[in-house]
């Protein structure tokens, strides 16, 4: 069955410090894979994608994630946190065209001053 | 990117009323929708699939008479939550990928609504 792990729940790292959040997939196929950050009671905004190519993926506000095939993950990374990166952030993946995504059950992230 | 536009934001209905969530894509056509819910501190879960002029594919649990998927026109779905109740309060989000089933445009990102919070009292 197709699945998204997102395996740490909660998150805090302090401010400036660099931030790793993991996600691993099981998919039929190579799906594509997303990263999507939602702050309290708002949608989500998305941060990256990796549809093909180059495996290291640049998203906005300084996140990048790497695609490992070989280890089914998707994880993102930022070098230097803010305080306003505090924030729920989903790893979701999906297959082509207007098929469903499917989410991870999210990381929250906290920031320690 | 792309604009989904979800209506209204929030919302409080008594119980036993029908409550009607909109989603519309504002700058593109997308023959597919989809309806998540969520609880709090929990992540999305698929309610449904919305296909333009058919109807819905359910995930399996989630009840369709209970919520109904009306999916008219190419940037507009709908999500009627019929007879709520209490249990029924949760964040109602939709998301539209751009592209046609079967993958003639393909691998583009879902973009979603801001969210439907719907408290049922």
């Known amino acids: 069955a197709q699945s998204v792990t997102q395996p740490d729940i909660h998150i805090t790292v302090s401010e400036g410090a660099s931030l790793e959040l993991r996600c691993n997939y099981s998919?039929?196929?190579?799906?594509?894979l997303f990263w999507y950050v939602q702050s309290p009671g708002q949608g989500l905004q998305l941060l990256l994608k990796y549809f093909s190519g180059d495996t290291l993926v640049q998203g906005i506000k300084g996140f990048e994630a790497e695609f490992k095939r070989s280890q089914s993950s998707f994880n993102l990374r930022k070098p230097s946190v803010h305080w306003s990166d505090a924030a729920e952030y989903f790893c979701?993946?999906?297959?082509?065209?207007?098929?469903?995504?499917?989410f991870g059950s999210g990381t929250r992230l906290s920031i320690r001053p | 990117g792309a604009v989904v536009s979800q209506h209204p934001s929030r919302v409080i209905c008594k119980s036993g009323t029908s409550v009607k969530i909109e989603c519309r894509s504002l700058d593109f056509q997308a023959t597919t929708m989809f309806w998540y819910r969520q609880f709090p501190k929990q992540s999305l879960m698929l309610m449904a699939t919305?296909?333009?002029?058919?109807?819905?594919?359910?995930e399996q649990g989630v009840e369709k008479d209970k919520f109904l998927i009306n999916h008219a026109s190419l940037t507009l779905s709908t999500l009627t939550v019929t007879s709520a109740h209490p249990e029924d309060s949760s964040f109602y989000i939709c998301?539209?990928?751009?592209?046609?089933?079967?993958?003639?445009?393909?691998?583009?990102?879902?973009?979603f609504g801001q969210g439907t919070r719907l408290t049922v009292v």
């Open positions: 979701a993946a999906g297959s082509t065209g207007a098929s469903k995504i499917i």
């Open positions: 919305s296909n333009e002029g058919s109807k819905a594919t359910y």
């Open positions: 998919y039929g196929a190579t799906p594509y």
């Open positions: 998301s539209a990928r751009e592209g046609r089933q079967g993958g003639v445009k393909g691998g583009t990102e879902a973009f």
